[in-house]
Protein backbone atom coordinates (compact mmCIF):
# COMPACT_ATOMS: atom_id res chain seq x y z
CA UNK A 1 0.00 0.00 0.00
CA UNK A 2 1.96 3.62 -1.06
CA UNK A 3 2.26 5.84 1.89
CA UNK A 4 0.08 9.16 1.41
CA UNK A 5 2.14 12.06 0.84
CA UNK A 6 1.90 15.82 2.96
CA UNK A 7 0.37 17.22 -0.23
CA UNK A 8 -2.15 14.33 -0.66
CA UNK A 9 -3.20 14.58 3.05
CA UNK A 10 -3.46 18.49 2.55
CA UNK A 11 -5.69 17.77 -0.31
CA UNK A 12 -7.97 14.94 1.30
CA UNK A 13 -8.29 17.57 4.00
CA UNK A 14 -9.59 20.49 1.65
CA UNK A 15 -11.80 18.21 0.34
CA UNK A 16 -13.55 17.41 3.22
CA UNK A 17 -13.56 20.89 4.12
CA UNK A 18 -15.14 21.08 1.10
CA UNK A 19 -17.61 18.62 1.39
CA UNK A 20 -18.66 20.28 5.23
CA UNK A 21 -19.14 23.54 3.77
CA UNK A 22 -21.41 22.27 0.78
CA UNK A 23 -24.20 20.92 3.56
CA UNK A 24 -23.73 23.49 6.30
CA UNK A 25 -24.40 25.89 3.25
CA UNK A 26 -27.44 24.02 2.16
CA UNK A 27 -29.00 23.78 5.29
CA UNK A 28 -28.74 28.05 5.45
CA UNK A 29 -29.88 28.43 2.06
CA UNK A 30 -33.48 26.88 3.24
CA UNK A 31 -33.74 30.39 5.53
CA UNK A 32 -32.46 32.54 2.72
CA UNK A 33 -35.10 34.93 -0.19
CA UNK A 34 -35.07 32.51 -3.24
CA UNK A 35 -32.43 34.47 -4.94
CA UNK A 36 -29.05 34.38 -2.50
CA UNK A 37 -30.80 31.20 -2.09
CA UNK A 38 -29.95 29.82 -5.64
CA UNK A 39 -27.06 31.56 -5.74
CA UNK A 40 -25.74 29.52 -2.01
CA UNK A 41 -27.06 26.19 -3.38
CA UNK A 42 -24.89 26.73 -6.57
CA UNK A 43 -21.65 27.45 -4.92
CA UNK A 44 -22.46 24.72 -2.61
CA UNK A 45 -23.12 22.22 -5.26
CA UNK A 46 -19.58 23.55 -6.96
CA UNK A 47 -17.83 22.77 -3.71
CA UNK A 48 -19.00 19.13 -3.64
CA UNK A 49 -17.96 18.25 -6.96
CA UNK A 50 -14.41 19.78 -5.44
CA UNK A 51 -14.96 17.99 -2.83
CA UNK A 52 -15.57 14.56 -4.96
CA UNK A 53 -12.10 14.36 -6.40
CA UNK A 54 -10.73 10.63 -7.76
CA UNK A 55 -8.25 9.55 -5.92
CA UNK A 56 -6.15 9.38 -8.84
CA UNK A 57 -6.36 13.12 -9.38
CA UNK A 58 -5.55 13.17 -5.23
CA UNK A 59 -2.11 10.96 -5.58
CA UNK A 60 -1.66 12.91 -9.44
CA UNK A 61 -2.43 16.57 -8.38
CA UNK A 62 -2.69 16.80 -5.08
CA UNK A 63 -1.66 20.43 -5.06
CA UNK A 64 -4.49 22.13 -8.18
CA UNK A 65 -7.17 19.58 -5.81
CA UNK A 66 -6.68 21.09 -2.76
CA UNK A 67 -6.17 24.52 -4.51
CA UNK A 68 -10.16 23.50 -5.78
CA UNK A 69 -11.84 22.91 -2.83
CA UNK A 70 -10.19 26.12 -1.01
CA UNK A 71 -11.34 28.29 -3.91
CA UNK A 72 -15.06 26.52 -3.80
CA UNK A 73 -15.28 26.89 -0.11
CA UNK A 74 -13.95 30.73 -0.12
CA UNK A 75 -16.30 32.03 -2.38
CA UNK A 76 -19.34 29.40 -1.04
CA UNK A 77 -17.95 31.59 2.70
CA UNK A 78 -18.15 34.73 1.19
CA UNK A 79 -21.74 34.45 -0.89
CA UNK A 80 -23.36 32.59 2.48
CA UNK A 81 -22.26 35.72 4.92
CA UNK A 82 -23.26 38.19 1.92
CA UNK A 83 -26.44 36.46 2.36
CA UNK A 84 -27.06 36.45 6.03
CA UNK A 85 -26.21 39.76 6.17
CA UNK A 86 -28.99 41.16 3.59
CA UNK A 87 -31.21 38.84 5.21
CA UNK A 88 -30.64 39.92 8.24
CA UNK A 89 -30.63 44.03 7.23
CA UNK A 90 -34.04 43.43 5.43
CA UNK A 91 -35.18 41.49 8.39
CA UNK A 92 -34.55 43.97 10.75
CA UNK A 93 -35.64 47.43 7.89
CA UNK A 94 -39.17 44.67 8.24
CA UNK A 95 -38.85 44.58 11.91
CA UNK A 96 -38.30 48.23 12.24
CA UNK A 97 -41.36 49.11 9.89
CA UNK A 98 -43.43 47.33 11.36
CA UNK A 99 -42.88 48.88 14.64
CA UNK A 100 -43.18 51.97 13.09
CA UNK A 101 -46.56 51.38 11.61
CA UNK A 102 -47.94 50.06 15.06
CA UNK A 103 -46.86 53.50 16.52
CA UNK A 104 -48.95 55.12 13.94
CA UNK A 105 -51.35 53.03 14.91
CA UNK A 106 -50.91 53.93 18.73
CA UNK A 107 -50.85 57.91 17.56
CA UNK A 108 -53.83 57.43 15.60
CA UNK A 109 -55.78 55.49 18.62
CA UNK A 110 -54.76 58.21 20.78
CA UNK A 111 -55.41 61.18 18.57
CA UNK A 112 -59.18 59.51 17.94
CA UNK A 113 -59.80 59.10 22.07
CA UNK A 114 -58.39 62.47 22.58
CA UNK A 115 -60.90 64.20 20.06
CA UNK A 116 -63.47 62.19 21.24
CA UNK A 117 -62.90 63.09 24.93
CA UNK A 118 -62.58 66.75 23.72
CA UNK A 119 -66.24 66.57 22.02
CA UNK A 120 -67.32 64.59 25.10
CA UNK A 121 -66.02 68.02 27.28
CA UNK A 122 -67.67 70.38 24.76
CA UNK A 123 -70.82 69.15 25.02
CA UNK A 124 -70.42 69.19 28.72
CA UNK A 125 -69.35 72.79 28.55
CA UNK A 126 -71.90 73.37 26.44
CA UNK A 127 -74.85 72.11 28.77
CA UNK A 128 -73.70 73.51 31.86
CA UNK A 129 -73.80 76.83 29.75
CA UNK A 130 -77.27 76.53 29.11
CA UNK A 131 -78.26 75.62 32.75
CA UNK A 132 -76.15 78.53 34.56
CA UNK A 133 -78.14 81.02 31.97
CA UNK A 134 -81.27 78.69 33.17
CA UNK A 135 -80.61 79.45 36.57
CA UNK A 136 -80.26 83.21 35.91
CA UNK A 137 -83.01 83.85 34.30
CA UNK A 138 -84.85 81.94 36.91
CA UNK A 139 -82.93 83.75 39.66
CA UNK A 140 -83.96 87.07 37.93
CA UNK A 141 -87.62 86.47 37.57
CA UNK A 142 -88.26 85.07 40.87
CA UNK A 143 -86.23 88.42 41.82
CA UNK A 144 -88.88 90.31 39.72
CA UNK A 145 -91.46 88.24 41.65
CA UNK A 146 -90.47 89.36 45.11
CA UNK A 147 -90.16 92.89 44.05
CA UNK A 148 -93.70 93.02 42.40
CA UNK A 149 -95.34 91.60 45.22
CA UNK A 150 -93.22 94.38 47.71
CA UNK A 151 -94.44 96.91 45.27
CA UNK A 152 -98.19 95.56 45.37
CA UNK A 153 -97.88 95.61 49.52
CA UNK A 154 -96.34 98.79 49.79
CA UNK A 155 -96.95 101.94 48.05
CA UNK A 156 -93.73 103.43 46.54
CA UNK A 157 -95.13 106.91 48.21
CA UNK A 158 -95.37 105.33 51.49
CA UNK A 159 -93.57 107.11 54.29
CA UNK A 160 -90.21 104.60 55.36
CA UNK A 161 -91.76 104.76 59.08
CA UNK A 162 -95.40 103.36 57.83
CA UNK A 163 -93.81 100.73 55.96
CA UNK A 164 -90.98 99.26 58.77
CA UNK A 165 -94.50 99.27 60.88
CA UNK A 166 -95.95 97.32 58.55
CA UNK A 167 -93.27 94.99 58.18
CA UNK A 168 -93.01 94.70 62.17
CA UNK A 169 -96.45 93.49 62.23
CA UNK A 170 -95.49 90.55 59.80
CA UNK A 171 -94.43 87.97 62.29
CA UNK A 172 -91.12 86.01 62.48
CA UNK A 173 -92.99 82.71 61.34
CA UNK A 174 -94.45 84.63 57.98
CA UNK A 175 -90.66 85.96 57.55
CA UNK A 176 -89.10 82.68 57.88
CA UNK A 177 -91.03 81.39 54.91
CA UNK A 178 -89.26 83.73 52.31
CA UNK A 179 -85.84 83.29 50.95
CA UNK A 180 -82.77 85.22 51.49
CA UNK A 181 -83.51 87.12 48.29
CA UNK A 182 -87.22 88.21 48.84
CA UNK A 183 -86.19 89.19 52.65
CA UNK A 184 -83.56 91.11 51.53
CA UNK A 185 -85.78 92.65 48.56
CA UNK A 186 -88.08 93.62 51.40
CA UNK A 187 -85.39 95.25 53.65
CA UNK A 188 -84.33 97.28 50.83
CA UNK A 189 -88.21 98.67 49.76
CA UNK A 190 -88.03 99.39 53.71
CA UNK A 191 -85.09 101.85 53.25
CA UNK A 192 -82.46 99.65 55.57
CA UNK A 193 -79.23 99.43 55.16
CA UNK A 194 -76.46 96.83 55.60
CA UNK A 195 -78.78 93.89 54.61
CA UNK A 196 -76.52 92.94 51.83
CA UNK A 197 -74.50 90.31 54.00
CA UNK A 198 -76.72 89.22 56.46
CA UNK A 199 -77.66 86.20 57.30
CA UNK A 200 -81.42 84.81 56.95
CA UNK A 201 -81.83 85.01 61.16
CA UNK A 202 -80.48 88.38 61.05
CA UNK A 203 -82.47 89.82 57.94
CA UNK A 204 -85.86 88.11 59.64
CA UNK A 205 -84.55 89.82 63.45
CA UNK A 206 -83.99 93.45 61.22
CA UNK A 207 -87.56 93.03 59.70
CA UNK A 208 -89.77 92.46 62.69
Known amino acids: MAKTTKAERKAL ?3 A ?34 ADASKKQVRKKPKKV ?38 AERIEAEAARRKAEAKELRK ?6 RSAEKADREAAAAQAEVEAEISADH ?23 LTVPQLRARARAEGRTGY ?6 QLIELLT
Open 155 to 177: SDDAPPARRRAASRAASPTDLSA
Open 66 to 103: AERAKRAVTRLQKATTKALAKAEAKATRRAEAGAAAAE
Open 13 to 15: DAM
Open 124 to 129: LAAKAQ
Open 196 to 201: SRMTKP
Open 17 to 50: EAADAAKDAKKVAKALPKKPAADVRNLAAEAADA
